[in-house]
Structures are given as C-alpha cells and as structure tokens.
C-alpha cells in the first residue's frame, strides 16, 4: 500500500475485524431480510465463486445464490437482465468506466432484493417499501442502498436459527483518508464456520491489490473489476506470499466455510 499503513487504514483494519469477529448478532444491521427456503439449503458449508456472463458473478453457499454485477459491464442492460441466473439477493457495483444506464436495467427483477451504493451527489433511489405498503401488486425490486459501514443480513432455511444459511453484507471504505463505499465484505455462515468474501466497487491498481490483505483482516477471497472481466485474489496465504489476481472462470472457485 502506498506509504506504508497510515492511522486511517489501522481503524479501517481494526474495525472491520471487530465487525467481522462480533457475529452475526452482535451489531445492528440497516437491514434484516428472510429469504424463502429452497430444497437445496443446508449440507456441507461449502460453495463456489463463477462467472456467469460477461461483469457477472454468481456466489453460491449453501443454497444461497448471490449475483455481482458491474453497472458498466456488457450483462448490464434491459435485454440482458432475462438472462441472468436465478438469485437471492443482487449486489450491484458502480460503473469504473462511465457507462451506466441508471437503474432501469433492474426493473424486471420482481420482488428480488438488491444493495446498490447510496448516492452521496443528492441523486435519489426508489424508496424501499415498508413491509406494510407491499402489496401483491408491488412486483419490482426492492433496492437496499448502503453508505460506510451500513450492514444487511439475510438468512435462508426453515426450522432453527443454527440449520440456516446467512449472510452479512457490510459496505466497507477503501484508502487512507476516503469515506466512500468502497466494496462490501460478505460473510456467509455460522457462529463457529464461515467464508468471507470482499466484493470491490473499484479497479484497484497493482500496489493497492497488493495492501487489501492488510486492509482487510480476516478476509479470505476479493473479487476485483478488471477490463478483461472479474478477477479472484486469495487473501489467506500460508507464509505471507503474495500472489496474482486470476480470472474468474465459468468453471468456478470451489471454497470451504472456515471455523473462526
């Protein structure tokens, strides 16, 4: 990281690992959403990271499905939209290269949630219904949008709270010195295992790819924007040696929930 880690990156890195070593309950999210079952929740506490189009990322865990997408990627249009894969929850990262057709692109995803960055310029997003005002009517996307350190949990399953599938997304700051959303830190698991992935809104240059091990603490896997397509970098490395970013393929990053 340039000039070393400032005090900036030492609060940064030291608050998102309290974040991530409190739990799950420990820290009040912005937002709480129960997602409906499916048949495939629940067994081993594993899942995979694919590309799934072109600016497409699918994250499986569980029986959980989370897609990334790149507001400027070619998959980010109206007519694209039909194609995308099935998901519970859609993670959208603004544009690093200018093109960005606002939200319209968004509008057929019925009732699906979906985190967007809150706009510091005054712009505005659709409001999010209150549960009350929803109606069976009410069939476009409900948009979470999140500042710094806002939180949303999700969870998945029937029965206890232990047999379900969760996720906590925390929309996290980048450099020394800067108060916008960055990425967002999703963790997905339980008390005692879980995985946590860094989703970055930004194209980072080599020496900042470099410092995110130590920018974020605990982290186990970024998925960074890059021109060619979305990039994977494993943050855990035995022996503090670094590695390249590779590209994310169809085949997929098979990963495993790790006990903390």
Not at 227 to 241: I, K, Q, S, W, Y
């Amino acid at each position: 990281m340039r000039n070393g880690v400032g005090l900036g990156a030492v609060a940064v890195a030291l608050l998102l690992a309290l974040v991530c070593e409190a739990g799950l309950a420990q820290m009040g999210p912005r937002y709480v959403i129960d997602a409906a079952a499916g048949a495939d929740v629940g067994g081993p506490a594993r899942g995979s990271v694919q590309l799934a189009g072109k600016g497409l990322a699918l994250i499986r865990f569980r029986g959980l499905r989370v897609l990334a997408v790149g507001t400027d990627a070619d998959a980010y249009s109206a007519e694209s939209v039909r194609d995308w894969p099935a998901a519970d929850l859609v993670l959208v990262t603004p544009a690093n290269v200018g093109r960005y057709d606002g939200l319209a692109p968004l509008a057929a995803l019925r009732r699906l949630p979906v985190i967007l960055v809150e706009p510091s310029d005054g712009a505005t997003v659709p409001p999010l219904p209150a549960r009350s005002s929803v109606s069976m009517r009410d069939d476009g996307p409900r948009y979470y949008p999140m500042q710094t350190w806002d939180a949303l949990h999700l969870r998945k399953g029937k029965g206890r709270s232990q047999d379900k599938t969760w996720l906590r997304v925390t929309a996290v700051p980048g450099l020394p010195g800067t108060a916008h959303v960055a990425g967002f830190v999703l963790e997905m698991g339980n008390r005692q295992t879980s995985y946590r992935l860094y989703v970055s809104c930004e194209a980072l240059a080599a020496d900042d790819v470099d410092g995110l091990s130590r920018r974020l603490p605990g982290a186990d896997l970024a998925l960074l924007p890059a021109r060619d397509g979305p990039r994977l970098l494993p943050l855990r490395r035995a022996g503090g040696e670094t590695s390249e970013p590779a590209a994310l393929t169809a085949a997929g990053y098979p990963f495993s929930a790790i006990r903390r």
